[in-house]
């Protein structure tokens, strides 16, 4: 049996750590120990979800006083898997026998700059470029395409690869035309109303106001918008969306899939994304995709060319079937990741 460790910055429903998730669930138990480890504990209990699926256990870096002894407890594992920023600048710390593999989920210098202002958000694009050329990894595998091409501007393409995300799909399905009818019915919304959906943080790359913009000014008859969610933006977003009684606003939700298979459509008009988790976990469900024009939205449509259109074709939605039978979306699986990144683990070994 091998020993891998998960390494996290924290325990949270949050895209990056539940694909991590989603690898450990498909992970051959038969081949490999698992751990999680994370820096900090957060007070959810969102761990619960996985922890059966740990032989090895979950263990936190805040609990280790000496953290010298932290980091010979991770010298025991044969290869550790990173995931983030404080996780990739803390993996030097471990042993170089060790197979180190890291996966990136975000463009640095869009992402952190539009996320912590540009000065800070500079820095920690560079640092963490220094982490990924200096903290010998054996394998930087982007969670796509994009992000794979995106780092052959820093990174040698030797190290480089990619694996998209993929989801649970014994979780996020389709429902039955029948109990999809009974879900609207006992959530309040009519059968016969177009439903579009938005999950994420109200922030400003994830443009959640231009999103309610388009849906105040374009005309979507016996429709609603339903925004899952908060965020610094969100007092923003109220204010422009309160002269639209279609536009609801359900908060942060631990379970989003029952809105999901209820929903119609998913959209979203991010100005960068890695390879959303919300947009694959919707069009699991049965949702349609309307997507802004970036990098990881065209790659997704490519990849999944039946399941989607650009957002500026949002006005065609009342001409597509509404098909919410249980279709299975192979390359939304993450049966399908974790078989690639076993793969990866096997060859680094």
Do not use: W
């Not at 796509?144 to 014994?170: D, P, R």
């Not at 309040?188 to 443009?207: P, V």
């Not at 977003?237 to 639209?244: F, G, L, P």
């Amino acid at each position: 049996m091998k020993k891998i460790g998960f390494f996290v910055p924290e325990i949270k429903n949050c895209g990056p750590v539940n694909v991590v998730f989603n690898i450990i669930s498909f992970l051959n138990k038969n081949v490999f120990d698992i751990q999680l480890i994370a820096i900090r504990k957060n007070n959810i209990g969102y761990e619960k979800n996985i922890q059966k699926q740990c032989s090895l256990g979950i263990i936190y870096m805040e609990d280790y006083p000496d953290k010298n002894i932290f980091f010979n407890h991770l010298n025991d594992l044969d290869i550790i898997h990173s995931h983030g920023y404080f996780p990739d600048k803390y993996i030097k710390f471990i042993n170089n026998n060790i197979v180190k593999i890291t996966t990136i989920h975000c463009l640095f210098f869009n992402d952190y700059i539009k996320e912590y202002g540009f000065f800070k958000g500079l820095v920690g694009a560079i640092m963490h470029l220094y982490f990924l050329k200096n903290n010998h990894f054996s394998k930087i595998v982007g969670c796509s395409k994009s992000i794979e091409e995106y780092l052959t501007k820093f990174i040698q393409k030797e190290k480089l690869s990619n694996i998209n995300n993929g989801v649970n799909q014994h979780i996020f399905k389709p429902l039955s035309i029948e109990d999809r009818i009974l879900v609207r019915k006992e959530l309040g919304f009519k059968i016969d109303e177009s439903i579009f959906i938005f999950a994420g943080r109200f922030i400003k790359r994830k443009n959640v106001s231009k999103l309610i913009e388009i849906f105040n000014t374009q005309n979507f008859d016996n429709s609603k918008l339903l925004l899952l969610g908060e965020g610094e933006e969100e007092d923003i977003c109220k204010e422009k969306a309160k002269n639209n009684p279609n536009i609801l606003f359900l908060g942060f939700n631990n379970t989003p899939e029952k809105y999901y298979q209820l929903a119609d459509f998913v959209v979203s008009v991010s100005s960068a994304e890695g390879y959303p988790m919300s947009i694959l976990e919707a069009v699991s469900c049965g949702c349609y995709a309307y997507l802004s024009d970036i990098p990881s939205h065209r790659e997704f449509l490519k990849n999944n060319p039946s399941c989607g259109d650009f957002i500026e074709n949002i006005s065609n939605y009342k001409s597509l079937e509404k098909n919410h039978s249980n279709k299975s979306y192979y390359n939304l699986s993450a049966q399908k990741m974790s078989k690639e990144y076993t793969k990866i683990y096997i060859e680094e070994l």
